[in-house]
Structures are given as C-alpha cells and as structure tokens.
C-alpha cells in the first residue's frame, strides 16, 4: 500500500505548488514534428470575484513555439526555468506538466514566442532569442503590452526588426 502511495506521490508535478501563484507556466508537448511548447500567462477569469471560493484567476495560452523556433529557444527557456525556480539545474525539458516561470522570464519567452512564429531562418531566430535573454523583463512585459493590443502586429514587426529577426 505505501508502495502505491509513493509511486503516485513521485507521478505528481514537483512544482505544483508554484505553478499555482506564478505569473507565467511553459509546457513543453509532443507534435508530429517534434517537441514545441505552450507559454501561459495567469489572467483573471470573467465573472469570478475575489471573495468567492472558486479560483480567480486561471493559466491561459498567451503563444506557442513551434519545433524550429522552441530547438533554438531551448537555452532561453533553460535560463528562465534556471532563474524562476532558483535551481542550478533547471528540469529537463520534456513533454509533461506544466512547469511555472517569474514574471520576467514569462515575458521574454511569450515575446520571443510571438516574434517567431511563422519564421523559419535559424540564425535570425537566435539572434532574437538571444536579444530577448538579454533584455529586461520591464522591456519586455511593455513590448508584450503592445502585442496584445488589436493593431498587436505592428508591434511584432518593430520588434523583429530590433531583434534582428528579419532583415
């Protein structure tokens, strides 16, 4: 019986208890073209208010990398995995539970997220993962602001243009 109990005790995310409160979460899932992943951010659910017993606020899909752009935005995520959960070796990066990421590092990936979708070139695709592992999290949570607003594209050029993503 204690057998099953810690076999389903080590099945559970380690990290569930800060998945609940942080700001960001990555998932990392298997598609047919190899492993890519899901960037959430923590948003507040219509209708729900503060005193009431069910949860207020809920991990919703903000971006997804595909296989290319998420192989070279394996080293952002490592770092931001490294830096969120205060570890000197971040998880493996494998398809499971969703893993909670600071409010920094959230925005840089979902920024580098939206930037890189539909690119293909992988030495522009660095050259923004990289600008954006460099960037601050202010710059970034200000460029995401932008991105998420209904005229959100122009806002996704300008960025590619200061990452160097496209020429």
């Not at 559970?12 to 800060?18: G, H, I, L, Y």
């Not at 219509?46 to 009431?52: D, M, V, Y």
């Not at 997804?64 to 070796?89: D, F, K, Q, W």
Request: proline share 7%; aromatic share 4%; hydrophobic share 50%.
């Amino acid at each position: 019986m204690a057998a099953v109990a810690a076999k389903k005790k080590s099945g559970r995310n380690p990290f569930a208890r800060k998945l609940r409160t942080a700001p960001f979460a990555l998932r990392i899932v298997r598609r047919a073209g190899g492993d890519a992943a899901i960037i959430y951010r923590r948003k507040a659910v219509p209708g729900a208010t503060r005193a009431s017993r069910t949860a207020p606020e809920r991990l919703v899909s903000v971006a997804s990398l595909a296989p290319l752009p998420y192989g070279v935005a394996i080293p952002l995520a490592r770092a931001a995995l490294r830096a969120s959960l205060e570890t000197s070796a971040p998880p493996r990066l494998q398809p499971g539970p969703a893993l909670p990421l600071d409010h920094d590092w959230g925005v840089r990936l979902a920024c580098f997220a939206r930037i890189a979708s539909g690119l293909r070139d992988v030495d522009r695709l660095s050259r923004a993962a990289a600008a954006l592992q460099n960037a601050s999290g202010a710059e970034a949570a200000w460029w995401l602001g932008l991105m998420d607003r209904e005229d959100g594209a122009r806002a996704v050029r300008a960025l590619r243009i200061l990452t160097e993503a496209t020429v």
